[in-house]
């Protein structure tokens, strides 16, 4: 492989070049690159200019970056490619066609702003006419989701039925991401070049390395100080160094780098030597860490500055011609800032705008068929039922794809008919891979920022994941995409980007030695999260309904399913018809009583149930309201209750402080006070993780008996 280039000069003949893409650019587009790399330093200078005067509440900038990425600019076709860059990208962005108005429009918060709509903060780029993704503040949870919009495109091309079904796919798109040097002592770097390469995506990664993340310099942040060293062994991965202040070299290495996606060969990376001449942002005062002559030892790197000189040296333009441009983009930059400064900001009431599809609502009635409920065969578990739902939804819809730990039945497919088949940890999945085939329904590594990063790229270019997290226990490492992309994708956009992904995740203790890591009921921490759908079923054919309507809509939604639950006897169900849904927000009385109600969900439904059912001997009337779906949850269904009985509990599996009950409680409290005869109360587990004892296992998660004690004490009030 090449791994580095000699500086080119501006007058070398075109006849020696190798190949046509070695040809020396034009003079009018080298004019053009200059004209792209000193806007966007204008740009960035204007910024600042506002930042000091406070009319604009955060700066960072691209400067020193800008030859490299003017350079992708002008080899990537903006609208075609898909391009998942970083902060420092406005050079990129604008040779793409982002023009300074657009990019001061964010500065100032616009409600006009394409990035964001004024949700954002400036420099994170969004542009969905150039198909630039909406980008995030967490470094590096772009490249997990690059891979998965490279991957949409190859899927795509291996799934038949979706040929005729999307036009925004093409034999040869690659998918631009970009990082700091920073950014690539994340573990989403190490996934994503992972999945990459061992897919062969056509995935173009340019590291931007200015020798700094914030104050701490790159050979602290990197074992030998150099990240292309690391990384020279992934298969199929092309990889380039280049001195990323020299746009014609830069030019040449990124044209390489792209064509090689282009042909299908794999991913490339682009190791770019950069400078970084103003601050990090300016939150931040480089004098603090760094020496005047390291600042001045780059200052003679600046791109910019070089550029324009070289430019008159090889004539190319003359100092007069070279003055005109510098005018004519000062004119532009502070025409493009009057007119940010007097447009309009978002309206106050916008502020929940696009927390949800403003499109599909999984709470109308159009997803409730209970009513016109139909159920044949025998009664199945609530694995059953899952896996009916999943085969009959992916026969439907040849846009969803299934993956995650352990999923496929076998991803050996040579083995398929000599083995039985995995399918799941609990089976769920069992014999889609079958059916639809390892393009459809595949394993991942173990590494769950990887499941939903990918799925979030996926999405976002019109598939359907339904990815499963093995264990709730072990979500957290995709925490960040969870909470900062998949949730938000919708809302930081301004409606302007989606996705509607769905992850399953088996939850709950009550196994008999799952013990702490896995027995965890953590919902609060993922109810909290705006525009994620929260939905917990107690039973199978809850299951099924409501696992359809996820599906169906167009919102993430995080669906668990209780562990325990899986292969009970008592919430068995026979098969419903392949459109039985239930809408989200729909609650489910299980119970009718008139002296005091249990509002709960998942595993607690049952024990609340045995617990009514032994308090009725000693003639108390219990009601149990199943919520069923978290986020949203039914407060007509609660209030009806409440005004009923009077007298309420709110049981969870969940830890009782900080937890979903309290919310519940709080606002019964809040709005039904005036209609309780006594205090709400909580049948929660305790403050503690789950142990593997049974019989500290017993003691520390609610049972029957703690409900029917619960019972006996608000009736006695």
Same mark, same amino acid.
């Given at each position: ?30 004019? +053009? ?22 009319? %604009? ?74 198909? %630039? ?61 992972? =999945?990459?390469?061992?897919?062969? #995506? ?114 190319? #333009? ?9 005018? +004519? ?17 978002? $309206? ?80 769920? =999945? ?161 119970? +009718? ?110 049972? $029957? ?13």
């Amino acid at each position: 492989m090449n791994t580095d280039t000699k500086v080119l000069k501006l007058v070398r003949k075109t006849e020696t070049a190798t190949s046509s893409h070695e040809e020396l650019p034009d003079h009018k587009l080298l004019i +053009e690159m200059y004209r792209t790399m000193y806007l966007s330093r204008r740009l960035d200078d204007k910024e600042i200019q506002l930042k000091g005067q406070n009319r %604009i509440f955060f700066q960072i900038s691209g400067a020193g970056h800008e030859a490299v990425l003017v350079a992708a600019g002008v080899v990537l076709k903006p609208g075609y490619d898909w391009f998942y860059p970083y902060y420092r990208d406005r050079a990129l962005c604008l040779q793409l066609g982002m023009t300074p108005l657009e990019m001061l429009l964010s500065a100032v918060g616009a409600e006009a702003d394409p990035n964001s709509h004024g949700r954002q903060m400036p420099s994170h780029w969004g542009h969905k006419k150039l198909n %630039i993704v909406s980008q995030s503040s967490p470094t590096g949870t772009q490249l997990l989701q690059a891979v998965g919009c490279a991957e949409a495109s190859y899927r795509y091309s291996l799934i038949p039925e979706l040929q005729k079904r999307f036009s925004n796919f093409r034999h040869d798109e690659v998918t631009y991401v970009s990082l700091g040097d920073g950014t690539s002592s994340e573990g989403e770097f190490w996934e994503a070049l992972n =999945t990459a390469s061992n897919l062969k #995506l056509p995935v173009v990664f340019l590291l931007e390395d200015n020798g700094y993340a914030i104050s701490v310099p790159v050979e602290v942040q990197t074992a030998g100080g150099d990240v292309s060293r690391l990384v020279e062994n992934f298969p199929s991965l092309y990889l380039q160094r280049c001195d990323g202040t020299d746009p014609i070299e830069s030019l040449e290495v990124m044209r390489r780098a792209v064509d090689y996606c282009r042909q299908r060969n794999g991913p490339a990376l682009v190791h770019a030597k950069v400078i970084r001449p103003y601050s990090h942002s300016l939150s931040d005062d480089e004098k603090l860490y760094r020496p005047d002559e390291e600042r001045a030892s780059d200052a003679e790197r600046d791109p910019v500055k070089r550029f324009g000189a070289q430019l008159i040296d090889e004539g190319v #333009l003359d100092q007069d011609a070279l003055q005109q441009i510098k005018n +004519e983009v000062d004119r532009i930059v502070n025409e493009a800032a009057d007119a940010a400064l007097s447009a309009a900001q978002p $309206a106050r009431e916008t502020a929940t705008h696009f927390v949800f599809s403003p499109d599909v609502d999984p709470c109308s009635k159009e997803f409730d068929t209970e009513d016109r409920l139909q159920l044949s065969g025998n009664a199945g578990t609530m694995v059953d039922l899952i896996n009916r739902c999943l085969y009959t939804e992916m026969a439907r819809d040849p846009r969803i794809v299934v993956f995650g730990e352990d999923v496929a039945d076998c991803s050996r497919e040579q083995y398929l008919d000599g083995v039985k088949g995995k399918g799941g940890v609990f089976k769920v =999945t069992a014999n889609l891979q079958r059916k639809y085939g390892s393009d459809r329904v595949f394993n991942s590594p173990l590494a769950e920022a990887n499941i939903v990063g990918r799925a979030i790229g996926m999405a976002t270019r019109g598939l359907k994941p339904v990815v499963e997290i093995q264990f709730f226990d072990y979500i957290w490492p995709a925490m960040h995409q969870i909470r900062n992309e998949l949730a938000l994708l919708r809302w930081r956009s301004g409606n302007e980007w989606k996705a509607p992904v769905v992850v399953r995740v088996p939850i709950g203790g009550y196994l008999k030695g799952g013990a702490v890591y896995h027995s965890q009921s953590g919902v609060s921490t993922f109810t909290q999260i705006p525009g994620l759908r929260v939905i917990y079923p107690s039973n199978a054919l809850d299951a099924n309904g409501l696992l359809r309507t996820a599906i169906r809509s167009d919102d993430p939604v995080l669906f668990l399913e209780h562990k325990h639950l899986y292969r009970q006897a008592y919430n068995k169900s026979q098969y419903p018809s392949d459109d039985f849904m239930i809408p989200f927000g729909k609650a489910k009385r299980v119970r +009718e009583g008139t002296d005091i109600s249990i509002i709960t969900y998942g595993a607690l439904v049952q024990r609340s149930v045995v617990a009514a059912k032994q308090m009725e001997q000693e003639g108390v009337s219990v009601e149990i309201i199943d919520l069923r779906s978290l986020v949203p949850f039914d407060w007509d269904a609660i209030a009806a209750t409440v005004k009923k009985t009077n007298r309420v509990i709110v049981a969870h599996e969940d830890s009782l402080s900080f937890g979903y009950g309290a919310e519940i409680a709080a606002r019964i409290t809040d709005e039904l006070f005036e209609y309780l005869d006594a205090p709400v109360k909580r049948v929660c587990a305790l403050d503690t993780f789950v142990a593997y004892a049974p019989q500290l296992e017993d003691a520390i998660l609610p049972q $029957a008996s703690d409900v029917a004690k619960a019972i006996a004490e608000l009736k006695a009030y």
